[in-house]
């Protein structure tokens, strides 16, 4: 099996001869958090969270997600949030440690969803603003799916167009829109790789047995917590009441003055709250 296999190599981890997803681990804590970004992002998404967490408590795990960031594969394969999961528990299982808690926004919180079924060694799960359940896709999403012209569209656009547009309509307050994040984002949209990997994740988003995965979140007996943005406008508020039934014992919380990625335009405030969660405090 390729988690049996699995090699840390500096900053990557091989799950296999073709897939090797760019990783990288701040802190020294007994506490490991593994964060799992969303679609079209990166491990860098992270950034403004990353600096509340002291180092000495904790250990963070940021990994960019199969054809995102520096996790960019050739040309084709297995972009699905099922297969994410599956390097995602393999990189889990090489650490040797006990326990983990696994932190996941939009896409990579049905990623983290489906690695905390299979790797026991998840003890505790935050997800943000994730897309559980089947819904209209975005605009962008529709056309990267095209073959050969969606992702060629993409790599002749302007990257920190296709940035700004992108923060836009995750961020509720768009005066929160800083340059340096139009220009995170940007880098990881440069070149025909870069948009090869999320027209191939676009693709296989949406499984064909989706009825029947979303069947599974019941199996889910950890601590959830789960995070919602007031102004979501991707990911729309009836996803998180339909998780935190479908999930029982599972926390809903709603982020006021904020959109799809609260960790980004509110991180002090979604810090408490997951801080909080993790320690085991009552609501």
């Known amino acids: 099996m390729a988690d049996q296999t ?14 090797r997803i ?3 681990v701040t802190g020294s804590g007994r506490y490991h958090i593994l964060f799992l970004h969303g679609f079209a992002a990166s491990l860098h998404t992270w950034d403004e969270l990353v600096p509340f967490f002291p180092p000495n408590e904790y250990t963070l795990h940021l990994v960019d997600l199969k054809g995102h960031g520096h996790s960019v594969e050739q040309r084709s394969g297995d972009y699905s949030a099922l297969h994410n999961a599956q390097i995602v528990s393999a990189y889990i299982r090489s650490l040797g440690v006990d326990e983990i808690n696994l932190l996941g926004h939009s896409f990579g919180g049905v990623v983290g969803m489906f690695a905390a079924l299979e790797c026991p060694k998840v003890s505790r799960l935050v997800l943000i603003d994730a897309p559980a359940f089947p819904q209209h896709i975005p605009r962008f999403m529709r056309i990267l799916r095209i073959p050969i012209i969606g992702p060629l569209s993409m790599a002749l656009l302007s990257p920190r167009l296709i940035a700004r547009k992108g923060l836009e309509s995750v961020f509720f307050r768009h005066e929160r829109i800083t340059e340096q994040l139009i220009e995170r984002y940007a880098a990881g949209y440069r070149g025909l790789a870069a948009a090869r990997g999320l027209a191939e994740t676009a693709r296989q988003m949406i499984p064909d047995n989706a009825e029947q995965i979303t069947g599974r979140y019941a199996g889910l007996d950890i601590p959830v917590l789960i995070l919602c943005g007031e102004h979501d406008r991707i990911v729309k508020p009836w996803q998180g009441q339909k998780l935190s039934r479908a999930i029982a014992g599972s926390r809903l919380v709603t982020i006021a003055d ?11 405030k979604t810090f408490g709250l997951v801080r909080a969660f993790l320690a085991g405090e009552p609501d």
């Open 258 to 268: 904020c959109g799809h990625n609260p960790h980004e335009e509110l991180p002090e």
């Open 6 to 19: 699995l090699k840390a190599e500096g900053e990557y981890f091989s799950f296999s001869p073709k897939e």
């Open 22 to 24: 760019h990783c990288r």
